[in-house]
């Protein structure tokens, strides 16, 4: 199974930053991540990226670590 950031289409994926910093987000299964900010931004069920700052989540250290890890 594919996940929603992955599916994304390549063209619109390209174009896509952060609202807040402006810099490129990783993919991170259902979501686009911010691992300058530590914040996490879904992808909504129809594949569409939720970039908005007040519905961005926090990352704790952990997350952030295995995230930067596979990146």
């Known amino acids: 199974m594919t996940s929603r950031a992955a ?5 619109t994926r ?14 991170a299964g259902d979501e686009l991540y911010n691992p300058r900010l530590r914040v996490a931004y879904r992808v909504d069920e129809d594949g569409i990226p939720v970039l908005l700052a007040t519905e961005a989540r926090p990352v704790s250290d952990d997350e952030h670590e295995r995230l ?4």
């Open 68 to 71: 930067t890890a596979a990146s």
């Open 14 to 27: 390209a174009l896509l930053v952060c609202p807040q910093d402006r810099e490129p987000l990783l993919d």
């Open 7 to 11: 599916s994304i289409d390549p063209v």
